[in-house]
């Protein structure tokens, strides 16, 4: 079965500097991977997704991920954080035949002015 | 921009009550999902559907918890009878097919306190 860690369920940082949000997967078999946002009395959102195509992916409000095997890894970044960034976001993993995506516990984005 | 929608946004009951909640998702999507999310966690499944039939329920507390999509459009989840541990939020999503990157559009979700 597959599964995602995020380290750190909380990450605060001043506005303009640099978002990483860390998640580990584990998988037998090639992972689809993504990265979803959560707002406040908010369902889920699609940031971004990797599908095999491109190990670095980029996706919307600037942020991007990269895909990175030898560490099992796929990080979520971006430059310069703004004070509409601050949500719970989500790693999130699939495999071919159940594609079924199974989430992280999340970790909440803090950003002080 | 087509959404998923869910109803109640929020319901406060008893324990022992019963609950329900009702999902509407994007036109044409065939896959629904029922997700549970507890507060400060990620979501879990509960229950996925392919059109009216159920494709995974491992996880749904069969003795308390059903879920059908009769027509193959929309979703309702009832739990009967709630209890204290149920608190959490309740998301429904959907996707237009079970393949490859799947990616689920979620509803706002339905937020459940049991007292």
């Known amino acids: 079965a597959q599964s995602v860690t995020q380290l750190g369920s909380h990450v605060s940082v001043s506005e303009g500097a640099l978002v990483l949000l860390r998640c580990n997967y584990s998988s037998s078999v090639p992972p689809y991977l993504f990265w979803y946002v959560q707002y406040p009395n908010q369902g889920l959102q699609l940031l971004l997704k990797?599908?095999?195509?491109?190990?670095l992916v980029k996706g919307i409000n600037g942020f991007e991920a990269e895909f990175k095997k030898s560490e099992t890894s796929f990080h979520l970044t971006k430059p310069s954080a703004h004070m509409s960034d601050a949500a719970e976001y989500f790693c999130a993993v699939s495999v071919r035949g159940s594609y079924i995506p199974t989430f992280g516990r999340g970790t909440s984005l803090i950003v002080h002015p | 921009e087509a959404e998923v929608a869910q109803s109640p946004r929020y319901k406060i009951t008893e324990k022992s009550q019963a609950v329900a909640f009702w999902c509407d998702p994007i036109s044409g999507h065939a896959t629904l999902y029922w997700y549970r999310q507890i507060l400060g966690q990620g979501p879990e499944l509960l229950v996925q559907?392919?059109?009216?039939?159920?494709?995974?329920d491992s996880q749904l507390p069969k003795d308390r918890f059903s879920a059908e999509r009769l027509k193959g459009v929309d979703s309702t989840l009832k739990i009967q009878p709630a209890e204290l541990g149920d608190s959490a939020m309740y998301l429904c999503?959907?996707?237009?097919?079970?393949?490859?990157?799947?990616?689920?559009?979620f509803g706002a979700g339905s937020r459940l306190t049991v007292l």
């Open positions: 990797y599908t095999s195509a491109a190990t």
């Open positions: 999503a959907s996707s237009p097919v079970i393949a490859g990157a799947n990616v689920l559009t």
């Open positions: 559907f392919q059109d009216e039939s159920v494709v995974d």
